[in-house]
C-alpha cells in the first residue's frame, strides 16, 4: 500500500539551530514529491516539487532534497516567522491523488 | 495570495442543515480538488474535478457532492450536516501536467452546531 510518513511530529528550535525533517515514503512509483507549509487555520502554501532522487531545490532558508526512500526538508538558521507546519505529499501516478503525510509541527523559538 | 479563491470563509450552521461552499481557480487551471482537514487531523482528499468532469474521488460521504461549472468555478455541497462535519473545507487548482501541482485557498471554516 502506498504510504507517507513524516517525522517527526513536532520539533521545536531555537532561532538559528539547524534541522531537518523527514519524509518516508512507499509507493509504486514516484511521479512527483511535494512539500507545502500550512499556518493555523490557513491553506496549505506550495514550497517545492521533487521528481527524482538525486534533486534538490532551494528557497530562502529551506532546501530540499530527494533519496529513492525519503526526501528532507532542510532548515538553515531558521527564525521565528518559520514556525508553521510543513507538510510531505506525494503523486504515485496510479490514480490522480496525491498521498499525503500528517506533518511536522515546526516551532522555532527567539 | 495563490489565486485560488473561497467563499464563504466562515459558516455556521445546525445539524441537519445543507450548505454550499465555493471555489475559484487560478486562472488557467482547469483542475479543482477538494480537501476537509479537521481540527489536528491530515488533509482529506475528497474529489477532484477536471474541466467540468469529475476525476478522481477520494473519502467523499454520500451526503456531500460536487460539480465543476463551465466557468470552472467549483461547488461543494454538504447535506444533513452532522456535528463531526465541522472542519476547515479547502479547495485547490492546479494546471495540466506530467504531475499537478496544487495551489490551495484560504479554506472554509465550517462550524455545525
Known amino acids: 500500500e502506498d504510504q507517507v510518513t513524516q517525522s517527526p511530529e513536532a520539533l521545536r528550535l531555537q532561532e538559528g539551530e539547524s534541522s531537518s525533517l523527514n519524509c518516508s515514503y512507499t509507493v509504486s512509483g514516484l511521479r512527483g514529491l511535494f512539500w507545502y507549509r500550512q499556518d493555523p487555520g490557513k491553506g496549505p502554501e506550495f514550497l517545492f516539487t521533487l521528481y527524482s532522487a538525486g534533486e534538490e531545490k532551494e528557497k530562502e532558508r529551506l532546501k530540499a532534497t530527494i533519496t529513492k526512500k525519503e526526501s528532507f526538508l532542510h532548515i538553515t538558521a531558521p527564525k521565528p516567522e518559520d514556525s508553521a507546519t510543513y507538510l510531505c505529499a506525494v503523486d504515485a501516478g496510479n490514480n490522480r491523488k496525491l498521498i499525503w503525510g500528517l506533518g511536522t509541527s515546526l516551532a522555532v523559538n527567539p | 495570495d495563490s489565486g485560488v479563491t473561497q467563499t464563504p470563509k466562515h459558516l455556521i450552521t445546525a445539524t441537519g442543515q445543507r450548505v454550499t461552499l465555493r471555489c475559484s481557480p487560478r486562472?488557467?487551471?482547469?483542475?479543482v480538488y477538494w480537501y476537509q482537514q479537521s481540527l489536528d487531523q491530515g488533509l482529506q482528499f475528497l474529489i477532484q474535478y477536471y474541466n467540468g468532469e469529475e476525476r478522481a474521488k477520494g473519502n467523499i460521504l454520500e451526503r456531500f457532492s460536487a460539480q465543476q461549472f463551465p466557468d470552472l468555478h467549483s461547488e461543494l455541497n454538504l447535506s444533513s450536516l452532522e456535528l463531526g462535519d465541522s472542519a476547515l473545507y479547502f479547495c485547490?487548482?492546479?494546471?495540466?501536467?506530467?504531475?499537478?501541482?496544487?495551489?490551495f485557498g484560504p479554506g472554509t471554516r465550517l462550524t455545525v452546531l
Open positions: 485547490a487548482s492546479s494546471a495540466p501536467g506530467y504531475t499537478d501541482t496544487q495551489y
Open positions: 486562472s488557467g487551471d482547469l483542475s
